[in-house]
């Protein structure tokens, strides 16, 4: 794996990914964890972790060397805490401004409930429940992070510009996302043509989302602000927070992600395009 990462730097990427989305497909489509009391498929994401750690060592190197650097931990998650928050803020609002001008009733309801492409939730309550939302969604970041923009742009640094380093590990992380439209239509949930838009609008989502991390990353130094920002878009937004209007939750949740995800991507690209001279070498 070595000599590998040394001649092609971005193959190795390809197959450390092969071997994290194959315990992922085995947990969405086998073992289905989100279907169980815990609510979120985690255990690939623990599998993950630990492909890290190993990598890590066989490279000799630490935590610490792909971002995760102790000293920054607190003010940059609560950065990205921030960051989240004031373009959902904004994302929230409009949503319900759309649905009370459509329906003429929006409230908002706090419960625990996962994520789906065809709108199916299953609610959640107490404070176990969120205890669990927000353990496992750690566990979630802390491996999207630490392998995709951590370990992934440790490889490619040096061999590829910054730029393609970060355009192709966002299309592995658009293709990682791809795993939960293609179990909708295996289920019979999603039409094949929906299953394709709702694939392709994830694929595109999960991009951005990748570049406007990788972008912090890169301008802090550290993991710790993109982690932040995931946290607060997988608990808040997708898991806890809801919208209700006609006594249906969550209508445009699709629609607000989007906002909030662009809102967040325009003013972290500028943000680093106007800084770009400033930014720490990773």
Known sequence: MKDIEKKKPALSCVILFTICSSARIIEYFLIKTDETIFAENFLHKAFGIAVLAMVLHSRGSTWKSIGYIKSKMVSDILKGFLLGGGCFLAAYSIECLMLYQANQNVSLAFYISGFTLNGETVRHDGFLFLLLCIVLNLINVWMEEGVFR???MKILAGKLSFIRAVLLIAFLFGIWHLV???RDYAQGNLSLVDSLIMGIGYMVL????????SLLYKMTGALWMGLGDHLFNNVIVTNLLHVISNGEADSMQVIRVMIG???SFAIITIWFFSRRSECKRI
Request: net charge positive; no cysteine.
């Open 180 to 182: 939960m439209p293609l």
């Open 206 to 213: 999960a991009g951005i989302m990748s570049i406007k991390w």
């Open 150 to 152: 951590g370990l992934f």
């Open 261 to 263: 995800q662009m809102l």
